[in-house]
């Protein structure tokens, strides 16, 4: 069983930087393209950043240039940097598990809450 957890949400000024870390409870990596979504007050759940099966990355095109997703191998950790954030960033953000076999994430965190304040 893979379990996720984030931490490092909170409250943060426009313009400000935050950085999400997710630890998974095993070393999973191997097998699973890790990811981080998000969902705000009455939208969609959105891909915001998340590792390809063949090592690349994706973005959102509204945080291109402003997030970086990255991960420690020793760790079992990701982390999502956030810098130049606005108030559209605020939403609870999700650490993503996605078999390498699977075009869904399939393991999913209790998601962390990010709030930007203008």
């Known amino acids: 069983q893979v379990q996720l957890v984030e931490s490092g949400g909170g409250l943060v000024q426009a313009g400000g930087s935050l950085r999400l870390s997710c630890a998974a409870s095993?070393?999973?990596?191997?097998?699973?393209?890790m990811g981080w979504y998000r969902q705000a007050p009455g939208k969609q759940r959105e891909l915001v950043a998340a590792?390809?099966?063949?090592?690349?990355?994706n973005y959102a095109d509204s945080v291109k240039g402003r997030f970086t997703i990255s991960r420690d191998n020793t760790k079992n950790a990701v982390y999502l940097q956030m810098n130049s954030l606005n108030p559209e960033d605020t939403a609870v953000y999700y650490c993503?598990?996605?078999?390498?076999?699977?075009?869904?994430?399939?393991?999913w965190g209790q998601g962390t809450q990010v709030t930007v304040s203008s």
């Open positions: 993503t598990a996605r078999s390498y076999l699977s075009s869904r994430p399939g393991h």
């Open positions: 095993k070393s999973i990596f191997s097998t699973y393209a």
């Open positions: 590792f390809t099966s063949a090592g690349g990355t």
